[in-house]
Nanobody, 119 residues
């Protein structure tokens, strides 16, 4: 069983920056493909960025490409999302997601952290 806990959300002014963190309990964190999703009010949950288990290969949605950086620290069971030049449309609940990269491909979600971009 894996638990994912996000932190780092809050109120940020447009053009500002923030760093979200996700800490995972349990073992074998390095065997999980990880990602950040977000859900804006009234909209579907969308993938923001992902980082693979093997090689830490990253991918970004077009909405955040060039403004976001996803990283992981397997020694600390942590994943981060650094975002710059935040826009009001970045507002939403950000969720940490992890999927075991092998075998049963079981996946887990965090409880989410609210990010509000507003002046």
């Amino acid at each position: 069983q894996v638990q994912l806990v996000e932190s780092g959300g809050g109120l940020v002014q447009p053009g500002g920056s923030l760093r979200l963190s996700c800490v995972a309990t349990g073992s074998d964190f390095d065997l999980y493909n990880m990602a950040w999703y977000r859900q804006a009010p009234g909209k579907q949950r969308e993938l923001v960025a992902s980082i693979q288990s093997v090689g830490s290969i990253t991918d970004y949605s077009s909405s955040v490409a060039g403004r976001a950086s996803i990283s992981r620290d397997n020694a600390k069971n942590m994943m981060h999302l650094q975002m710059h030049n935040l826009k009001p449309e970045d507002t939403g609940v950000y969720y940490c997601y992890g999927q075991f990269a092998y075998g049963n491909r079981r996946d887990y979600w965090g409880q989410g952290t609210q990010v509000t971009v507003s002046s």
